[in-house]
């Protein structure tokens, strides 16, 4: 397999969790996104939405969208799982991942701070009370979600990490690096080190990607 | 079952079609979003982070995120299914719904408007111009994904409708809504008319609703 990777990109570091947690082995290519590499015919053909990551099987296949990309690993390298034996933990571990894919960090990827500051002259520090805003609302959700709750273990559904960690871990990488207070979500912050205390996260972060600026 | 719902959410309105495709019978309960019924105690127990739609299954079961529900309609009630039967295939089905779910939806949800309007002084026209942005650009992705791909079919994926159709046509009722002009997504289009003719869909559109106001 070959991951198109980004470091900063934090649906690419969901895809590299999972790849990890799942002992996969794969080849990297690194797709620049400020240098608009994205954008390269090559790329699109690959990827027609032009975004990171794509994930590229043995067989030629061309994945893309990170939900969909560790759903598909699920369904073809099912060991380890990272998801759970029934129907209701599955829908709530994706629920999970949703609540941070689809609320939390649409609003606050590149492409939208890029189109408040150069598009509606916001400025830097009302782009980043917009940032810690919807990290807050989104985060508060999600703790509420585990909380509490009895399904919640060690990590987000049980002992064992899932889908839902895999996503966790990115966001929170993003809203240190964007000052978010993250005091008032005690279990995100639990699970988060749990997380980043697996051997199998060894090398997945973004200041350890080999196309690494930070 | 029980379905929580708004008629104006588009994640609700997913869900309606999906059930209607599998021929699902529901009752439904309304959550007004204006009137910020999802902030009572008794829908935050269902729902801790607020949100529409809210699936309750017979066994009691409450489920969140459209994206979740959809994939726990089709594993516990497999026909007709709204995936196709290979993992390519499938993920192929996925991406195209977060193509939507994550990269369209999210950036012009109600909340989001809202706090360009209160928040940020936005007024309404460069609301509107942020809005047709993010159509403009994701159907654009979503196009290219789909014109020209030798699985599309009559649908999103192949002849039948999928999980990728019932994400599509909520999000083509909006942008019709917020006067976007669709003619550079013909296929996006055509896919969105083949839907609303199936007399599966009847009743499931916003308008048709009982707590509609439109």
Known sequence: MKLYSYFRSSAAYRV???????????????VHLRRKEHRSDDYLALNPQGLVPTLVDDDGTALTQSLAIVEYLEETR??????????????????????????????????????LTREMGVDDEAKNVWYRHWVDEGLTGLESMLAGHPATGRFCHGDRPTLADAFLVPQIFNAERFGCDLDKFPTVRRINEEMLALPALAGTAPGDQPDSEA
Chains 1, 2 share one sequence.
């Open 16 to 30: 590299r969790i999972a790849l990890a947690l799942k002992g996969l082995d794969y080849e990297m290519d690194f």
């Open 78 to 115: 099912p060991e380890p799982p990272l998801l759970p034996g029934d129907a209701a933990g599955r829908a709530r571990v994706r629920a999970l991942a949703s609540a941070i894919a689809c609320e939390i960090h649409p609003v606050n990827n590149l492409r939208v701070l890029l189109y």
